[in-house]
């Protein structure tokens, strides 16, 4: 149960799996059992640009990676930010490179980095995410359930969640 996770006194967690693997509602979970946490949901950083978004793998492919790049840049400084502040930051991002991963984990200066890998069966995940009202997009980022699985295979706890839910 979550009530039986440790506090840590400093550092922060990623979260990180394939759309529908239930990154968001585990880091809102986890963020919610901590006296002083904070989630930090890369949609919503992607999201504050608001004319002229390009998503990653879009065209076109330099801005896509550039707004990446940006979003990444935020991310980690806003979880340096909090976690200065002494508030525990949690970041729900998906992961799929490992080139990615460690230009994150590389511009924060935090301490220890925690990851979890969310895994449950693609088929679950796709299907999680058709049961979502506010978006749906498993499906087409299925490729990165491959990619995932192969370039973060080492890194963080893996939990197939496949038969597990919020509850």
């Known amino acids: 149960p979550l009530h039986m996770v440790p506090v840590p006194d400093s550092g922060v967690l990623i979260v990180t799996g394939i759309p529908g693997a239930g ?3 585990v880091a809102r979970l986890i963020a919610a ?3 002083r946490a904070a989630h930090i949901p890369e949609d919503e950083i992607h999201n504050l ?4 978004r390009v998503h990653p793998g879009e065209s076109p ?9 940006i979003r990444d840049e935020n991310i980690s400084a806003l979880a340096d930010n909090l976690a200065a502040g002494g508030i525990f930051p949690i970041i729900d991002d998906v992961f799929a490179s490992r080139s990615r991963f460690e230009r994150v984990c590389g511009l924060m200066r935090t301490r220890p980095i925690y990851v979890a890998v969310l895994a449950p069966e693609l088929e679950t995940a796709i299907e999680r995410d058709r049961k979502r009202s506010e978006k749906t997009v498993a499906e087409s980022w299925a490729h990165l359930d491959i990619e995932i699985r192969s370039e973060m295979a080492d ?4 939990l ?3 038969q597990l839910d919020a509850k």
């Open 23 to 25: 990154k968001t509602t």
């Open 33 to 35: 059992s901590f006296p």
């Open 160 to 162: 197939d969640s496949t």
């Open 155 to 158: 890194v963080g706890f893996w």
């Open 49 to 52: 640009t608001v004319s002229g």
């Open 61 to 69: 492919s330099e801005e896509s990676r550039r707004q990446l790049a």
